[in-house]
């Protein structure tokens, strides 16, 4: 099934293909101000909505691997050619595999609040989603107020209309089903058969310092591990950067295509 995709574009011919993946629970929507930004300075920028999450139909198949080949059959379908990858959160765990798998497809690469290390460990949230009847009483005990509450603990300045986006993950028994799938589908050490450094491309590894779920020390050792890239801390914000700081996000991912 195709997915729902946000884009924007520019005035004049593009320089080049923005490509966002989103995290968990959002969609595109957390993309809106960088696509903005994007396009003004000359790129094209897409953003789709994952199978199950935004305004995508859920695929029947939630799993890890189910939403590589649906970026990927994304890609095709929109023949986007090289791109700028864009990820955060599970959006890294799902794009920076495909780059891996796909290296001739990325340009450079803007790495955000996510995770793609053999010896990662799932944070507390994950191990509850991860267990069999822990995960089903998390997500079906979930309404709109309590999905609120929750993500208001990590980023105060959500408004209505984003929880709202990204509730639609919990719109049905079979997206939430969804979720605890893609939890459950793989391990890290599975990333053992992937080498992000052979991209080959250049990183910005942009991160929201006082993330509870991806730590800022991640931030460091991707900017170790990877060759070329360089490393923005944004003061002040949690896991939902984009959400949190978006003129200061948008600022260094505009910078950084600058030099792309």
Same mark, same amino acid.
């Given at each position: ?20 993946? %989103?995290?968990? &629970? ?24 994952? &199978?199950?999450?935004? $305004? ?45 798998? %796909? ?36 997500? $079906? ?14 980023? &105060? ?52 310092? $006082? ?15 990877? &060759? ?15 959400? $949190? ?16």
């Amino acid at each position: 099934m195709p997915l729902v995709y946000r884009e924007a574009l520019p005035i004049e011919e593009p320089k080049g293909t923005v490509l966002c993946l %989103h995290g968990y &629970p959002e969609s595109s929507y957390m993309w809106r101000h960088l696509l903005e930004s994007v396009a003004n300075a000359g790129w094209q920028a897409v953003a789709p909505d994952l &199978p199950g999450y935004g $305004d995508s139909p859920y695929s029947g198949d939630g799993s890890w691997t189910a939403h590589v080949e649906a970026v990927d059959r994304f890609h095709r379908e929109q023949e986007l050619g090289e791109v700028v990858l864009v990820v955060h959160d599970w959006g890294g765990l799902i794009g920076l595999r495909w780059a891996c798998e %796909h290296p001739e497809l990325i340009r450079a690469m803007v790495i955000s609040n996510t995770g793609f290390f053999s010896d990662g460990r799932w944070h507390g949230m994950a191990e509850g989603l991860r267990t069999p009847g822990q995960g089903e009483q998390l997500v $079906d005990g979930l309404d709109r107020d309590g999905f609120a509450g929750m993500l208001r603990v990590v980023s &105060p300045g959500l408004d209505d209309r984003a929880v709202d986006e990204y509730f639609k993950a919990y719109s049905s028994e079979e997206r939430r089903r969804g979720q605890l799938e893609m939890y459950r589908s793989g391990e890290f050490s599975e990333l053992e058969d992937y080498d992000l450094s052979a991209v080959g491309a250049p990183a910005l590894i942009l991160w929201g310092e $006082d993330d509870p779920f991806a730590p800022v020390a991640g931030a460091h050792r991707f900017a170790r591990e990877l &060759p070329d890239s360089e490393l923005v801390v944004i003061e002040g914000a949690k896991h939902f950067v984009f959400d $949190d700081e978006p003129e200061r996000c948008s600022a260094a991912v505009v910078s950084f295509l600058e030099k792309v």
